[in-house]
């Protein structure tokens, strides 16, 4: 789509999509009130459609086509406030749109069953290489390049029902080794210690597994329907699949080959060794089934899965759970080892519900490539970086529903129910209508009646019916 072409249309579907999902209200309980001057959502409104229509907010303030009521200081002021809680703004969002327009609609899993909800976790990087003076940029790592660079690690966690992604809560995480700090936070008034931009703060200098649990606080006051969270191995530590049991979730994440030790057949082990395990169980088993004389045509399994416990340290109880290997075809020793804290999940639920952990790594790609996350803002405050940031997930969100309104055969909703009633009456009538016609055909010519004679008979008999059936 030509965006600069049709900025009408987008601007009035911004205003729509705003409007549907009541975004004034949610702007207004997460902290966002009208200092002087413009109106908040007069504010957002323009933040949100000036990417759209392929320009920036410096550029527009010169050639003022878009923003002719807004001004670049009333658009900073609004970035930069320390009392606008946007964690809670994604998820009041996702709230409304889950409620209002995905939660009817429900898709089945391989086994036949309701597919559930998932919240999922994951970071991705945040350059800033050219900048020297951005507030609590710090030196990491990219797993991706196998580099280091200047910037952050933007934890997200979304919600997704296997096609649907929805932002809920994010943190640009900086770091909490003070090496690698490139620039110390700004000093922030006694009084602006108690708002969201001092935790926000504090959240980005903690360990990224501690900040992921606060992460899900919001997604659990929002009320989110989900019931497993997918994350990659980063966060598979049992000491974080302890604490994310604790909230009210399962825990479905890639496993990584470490010195953990897990509980399997009453002796601690590591992964590698229940995988080889795993292996001889099922050789030996194929070769009792060829003494039997029962069918083998399937050959080697290269799926198997253990049921083993995780050690809590801290003296719990430990928490049974299920792992899936899944064998690598070309090579019989290389594997991956996916974890599950429900062990009423089958082999194939296990792997085709860690599969819808995809669709956050596609959101990252999109806000990347085609919304310009990383060039959005080139501020050096902290709190108009998260709030731009912010910004960017809420088009993602608004593009999501979108294309989940525009693409998805279930998505038309109460339309396509009424319209499927409407065939099957006009069908049912017509049926009717034949039926009732060839009865009274047949007895004409059956004992030569006259068809007037007939068609009273039919009336009365007609009338003389209940009322739901006359209906």
Known sequence: MDFTNNTDTITSQVQDFSRRFKIGSILRLCGAHK???????????????????????????????????????????????????????????????????????????????????????????????????V????????????RYYKGFRMLTLVWTDGVSVLPVSFCNMSTCDQKKLL??????????KEDFGFKIRRLARQKMNDTLLDLLDVATAAKLQARYL???????????????????????????????????????????????????????QRKLNRKAGKDDSKGRKFLFSA??????????????????FVRNRNKKSEYLAILSTDGSLSEDQIVEYYCCRWGIETMFQTCKSFL????????????????STAIVMFQYAMLSWLNRQNSDELSFGELFYQLLEDVQDAALFHAIELVLALFVETLAS???????????????FLMQLPEKLKT
């Open 230 to 284: 997918l994350c990659d191995k980063w966060f598979a530590n049992p000491a974080t699949i302890f604490a994310v049991k604790a909230k009210g979730y399962d825990v479905i994440c890639m496993l990584k080959n470490s010195s953990t030790y897990y509980l399997y057949k009453g002796e601690r082990r590591k992964l590698g060794q229940i995988f080889r395990m795993c292996v001889k169980d099922e050789r030996i």
């Open 35 to 133: 200092q002087k001057g413009i109106e908040v959502l007069k504010v957002f409104y323009y933040l949100s459609t000036l990417l759209f229509c392929g320009t920036s907010m410096n550029r527009d303030q010169k050639t003022r086509k878009y923003g002719n009521m807004v001004k670049k200081d009333t658009c900073h002021r609004f970035l930069q406030s320390m009392k606008m809680d946007w964690n809670r703004f994604l998820s009041l969002l996702a709230k409304e749109i889950i409620d209002k327009d995905l939660l009817p609609i429900r898709r089945n899993d391989c086994k036949g069953e309701q597919k559930p909800f998932f919240l999922v976790a994951d970071d991705s990087s945040y350059y800033r290489n050219r900048s020297k003076k």
């Open 135 to 146: 507030e609590l940029s710090a030196r990491n790592w990219d797993h991706a390049l196998r």
């Open 372 to 387: 310009c996350l990383q060039k959005s803002t080139q501020s050096l405050d902290y709190s108009e970086i998260h709030a």
């Open 183 to 192: 620039r110390q936070s700004k000093k922030l008034a006694a009084k602006e």
């Open 446 to 460: 059956e004992y030569s009646m006259p068809p007037e004679k007939l068609n009273e008979a039919m009336n009365k």
């Open 307 to 324: 049921t083993i416990s995780l050690i809590n340290k801290d003296g719990g109880p430990n928490q049974e759970s299920k792992i899936v």
